[in-house]
């Protein structure tokens, strides 16, 4: 667990500050309390990356967001990213996302931002797996209907996944960056509970996708796949903000839990898992947990 925290102190310090001109990774390990070669071996150990990789990633995703909203030379935004060139810069976006930053910014497609995530996450959620829901201390859950026309679904199916952890575990993690990266899309990415008529042979209902509108063509990577879907409504259950990042897995149970709970036939509603997917917006603390869940009107 003192390895974890170290991690976890580094990740903070790198998230706080990657964007200032004097940062370093020198500066992440003395945060951490560890020598450079120690800090990166604990580092890559639990994270797949040294700090310098890193660090890049998240330097590069914020490359990445400033070439399509803030209006920069391509230069500038290289300088800001901690690169000494534009031709640098060039090349490690290329290498990172398979496309040069001015194509970037002028085709707008997608690309697989990196996304940080605190470490301690992934051990919680392999806890939370064995720990039952407790119903008893649900807090406060407000409840949103939007109206949808038809429209796209760009998804990511799995073969055999039945939640957020063995998702990942089977389709690895960039699929987040890449979905996030989508202007277009209607809301965040999430993970989907697929209705039958989206569910191929020899795969399982857990997807994760965005909404996008009806007329959206840009290319995809090709594991991605597209549908349309029918107009509906879509109710969104969403949590109180919770202070502990670790709650996040209880604030994503009451959401649950309250849809569970909840009549939609009092309102005029059914429920109607057959029109499309079922989303799981995940939980972040200055929020709260979302969830989306389709209905139709009674007629």
Known sequence: ??????????????????????????????AAGYSRRHADRMFKE???????????????????EKLLYAKKAVVDIALESHFQSHEG?????RKRFGITP??????????????????????ILQNHREVPMNRENLSLCMITAQEREKRKLIYLPSRKAKDYLSYCEEMGCE????????????????????PDFLVAEGHSRVAAGIEVPL?????LPGQYRVAELPECTMLYFQSEPYEKPED???????????????EPAVYGYQFA?????????GADSSIGARIAIPVLRIK
């Open 1 to 30: 667990m003192d390895k974890l925290k170290a991690v976890e102190k580094m990740q903070e310090y790198i998230k706080e500050h990657a964007g200032e001109d004097d940062f370093t990774p020198e500066q992440v390990c003395a």
């Open 46 to 64: 639990y994270l797949g990356k040294t700090i310098q990789e890193y660090s890049n990633a998240v330097c590069l995703t914020a490359g990445a």
């Open 89 to 93: 810069f060039t090349r490690s976006f």
């Open 102 to 123: 001015s194509e970037y910014r002028d085709k707008k497609t997608a690309i697989p931002l990196f996304i940080q995530y605190p470490v301690s996450h992934y051990h």
């Open 175 to 194: 699929w987040e960056g890449l979905l996030n990266s989508i202007p277009e899309k209607m809301d965040t990415v999430a993970l989907l509970e697929l």
């Open 215 to 219: 007329d959206y063509d840009k290319k």
């Open 248 to 262: 996040f897995g209880k604030a994503i149970e009451s959401v649950y839990a309250a849809s569970g709970k909840y």
């Open 273 to 281: 898992y057959e029109k499309a997917p079922a989303f799981n917006f």
